[in-house]
């Protein structure tokens, strides 16, 4: 079968802080950090903002997700490119998130350290890169705190303390809160493969609530020159609506 075109994305990216060696920008969901070889056309952040600059020596030191929006920094040149790599390196660069999920939990605030890797096919698990708490996996720890509850789903504040693939969702996942719009690790286990058969249909957004999954990277913080860097992101517009759209707590 012939996969259909990807939903084209409904923003166009900004920048949120700009900085004689870098950018802090708003990576729209549905764009692409950077080019990759696809079926389909997908915009990317990188292409986006050297045209907009006309600075081809932009990079990115981090990726965010397709489907995740959000805060994504972009280097300048290749020295602020080096002097990033050793700040993720060694962890100094701090990002919260927003997640929308179903589920609304009896606790304020929590600490999941639980170790992550791959689930491996078989049973009920039919895609390759599922993440799951195993045993033997990589350390991971995130904290969590809920911001507000609406309509049996939850406004959570997420910081992964570790990078592994797919944390947040894989955590949440774990904790009983699948985040909607997720594919993967969201309350129905076809939903990934129908996307990879049929692409983003407007059935299979109904189904999901959302036609991505509800992440946002709300804040990076970082040391530079001395001082504290922070650059803060607002919650996506789309994620914004479905949550408002969710009426009164209940």
């Not at 939850?154 to 985040?179: N, V």
């Not at 999901?208 to 040391?223: D, E, K, T, V």
């Amino acid at each position: 079968m012939t996969r259909a075109p990807l939903l084209p994305p409904t923003e166009k990216p900004r920048v949120v802080m700009e900085h004689p060696d870098f950018y802090v920008v708003h990576k729209p969901a549905l764009w692409l950090t950077h080019p990759v070889r696809a079926r389909v056309d997908v915009p990317d952040l990188l292409t986006f903002m050297q045209a907009e600059t006309g600075e081809e020596g932009l990079a990115p030191p981090h990726r965010l997700d397709r489907e995740t929006s959000g805060a994504q920094i972009l280097t300048r040149d290749s020295d602020a490119a080096r002097k990033f790599f050793t700040l993720f390196k060694t962890h100094l660069v701090g990002k919260t998130y927003l997640a929308v999920v179903h589920g609304t939990p009896d606790w304020e605030r929590r600490t999941l350290d639980a170790p992550l890797g791959d689930l491996g096919l078989g049973g009920a698990n039919k895609i390759q890169i599922r993440q799951a708490v195993v045993p033997d996996g990589k350390p991971a720890v995130t904290d969590f705190r809920v911001l507000e509850r609406r309509a049996g789903h939850a406004l959570i504040e997420c910081y992964p303390r570790s990078g592994r693939l797919h944390q947040i969702r894989a955590h949440l996942s774990h904790l009983g809160l699948p985040m909607v719009g997720d594919k993967i690790y969201g309350r129905d286990p076809s939903a990934f493969l129908e996307f990879m058969e049929t692409g983003q249909t407007p059935e299979l957004t109904a189904r999901l609530g959302l036609a991505r999954q509800a992440l946002h990277a709300g804040r990076i913080a970082f040391p530079w020159d001395g001082a504290q860097v922070a650059a803060e992101v607002p919650l996506a517009p789309d994620l914004r609506a479905y949550w408002e759209g969710l009426g009164a707590d209940g």
